[in-house]
């Protein structure tokens, strides 16, 4: 394979990518602030709850997390944070954060082998889940 070749097959995907990402976002600033809930308080998942809230309109109503401290620092935090300054409803067991009817969007941040068992397809939000693309040893 040639490096052009490489080159110009690595762009057109990426771009690709990125239309579809520009249409997600577009769906998002369209109609009505998409309720949002969180499953994992670590670093990555407020990492990314906070860039959405920065980028779309949302409205975070539910975090989930089993570390009782983590999980009010970040209510605390989303409560500042989110337009409505609101304090989403906390959850120790995410369960019963999934058992609400009024979510939108779940963002899954917890280690990857919990992801099949959070995510259920009879649920009519979308799932956001995060997995490492590689491991270095």
Known sequence: ????????????????????????????????AK????????????????RLIQVAPVEV???????SKMLHDAADMVAVRQASKKRPRTYSDYRKLLAEKDLDIVLIATPDHWHALMWSRDKLW????????????
């Open 1 to 32: 394979m040639q490096r052009r070749h490489f080159l110009g097959t690595g762009l057109a995907a990426s771009s690709v990518l990125l239309a579809d990402y520009r249409a997600t976002l577009g769906a998002l600033a369209d109609g009505p």
């Open 35 to 50: 309720r949002v809930g969180l499953i994992g308080t670590g670093w990555y998942g407020k990492c990314d709850l906070f």
């Open 61 to 67: 109503v539910s975090l989930c997390d089993v570390d």
């Open 126 to 137: 979308w799932p956001q889940l995060e997995s490492m693309v590689a491991l270095f040893k």
